[in-house]
């Protein structure tokens, strides 16, 4: 079945570092990808998206890369800042059609001034 | 416009009590989900409706939970009796009939049972 992998956290960065999350995803046919993020106290909020292979999704200065070659949607941001501390739970899902999304196990970012 | 609501936004409970959730989706999404995440594991899903229907509940744990959408409005998840190992945090989705078919999540019910 289908499945998302993404790396272990927590994860700390001091302010402006460099920011990756790595993501890999499992799937039949051609999924579409997200990223989610919950805030402290919040719900999910989608972050991006990307619906087919090569596609790059961005928000907020945040961006990924639908590779199919290597079924991969990594998260990378060149320059956090402490508002970007939160969850980021990496998704799949069919973005044409009504199903149930597929979730990785989340990594907890933490920014530090 | 509001957003998918939750209530209550914690619960804690005994081990063999009953607890409902409630989720009141974006208005006029037909579409409706309910998630669970357990003890920092993955978000899974638990079952889905279009309108009052289930349209899919492969992801029910077992028969102690029972989800209704009652017009196709709200829905409520109950747990009866709730056991140690529901304890978690429990979301809901809503989204449109109509593509893009976007989730759009909740905050969340975060039950403990002790």
């Known amino acids: 079945g289908n499945s998302v992998t993404q790396m272990e956290g927590p994860v700390t960065l001091s302010e402006e570092a460099f920011l990756t999350i790595n993501c890999t995803y499992t799937?039949?046919?051609?999924?579409?990808l997200f990223w989610y993020v919950q805030y402290p106290g919040e719900g999910l909020q989608l972050l991006l998206k990307?619906?087919?292979?090569?596609d790059k999704g961005s928000n907020k200065g945040f961006e990924a890369t639908y590779r199919k070659e290597t079924t991969s949607f990594h998260l990378e941001k060149g320059s956090v800042q402490v508002s970007d501390s939160a969850v980021y739970f990496c998704?799949?899902?069919?973005?044409?059609?009504?199903?149930?999304?597929?979730f990785g196990k989340g990594t907890r970012l933490s920014v530090i001034a | 416009e509001a957003g998918v609501t939750q209530f209550p936004s914690h619960s804690v409970i005994e081990k063999g009590q009953t607890v409902t959730l409630r989720c009141d989706p974006i208005?006029?999404?037909?579409?409706l989900y309910w998630y669970r995440r357990v003890m920092g594991k993955e978000i899974k899903f638990l079952l889905h409706?279009?309108?009052?229907?289930?349209?899919?509940e492969s992801g029910m744990p077992n028969n102690r939970f029972l989800a209704e959408r009652t017009g196709g409005t709200y829905s409520t998840l109950k747990v009866q009796p709730a056991e140690l190992e529901d304890s978690g945090v429990y979301f809901c989705?809503?989204?449109?009939?109509?593509?893009?078919?976007?989730?759009?999540f909740g905050p969340g019910t975060r039950l403990t049972v002790t």
């Open positions: 989705a809503s989204s449109q009939a109509s593509g893009p078919y976007e989730q759009y």
């Open positions: 799937a039949t046919g051609y999924p579409s």
């Open positions: 990307a619906t087919k292979a090569d």
């Open positions: 998704a799949l899902g069919s973005y044409s059609g009504n199903t149930p999304l597929v």
């Open positions: 208005s006029g999404h037909d579409n």
């Open positions: 409706f279009v309108k009052e229907s289930k349209q899919d």
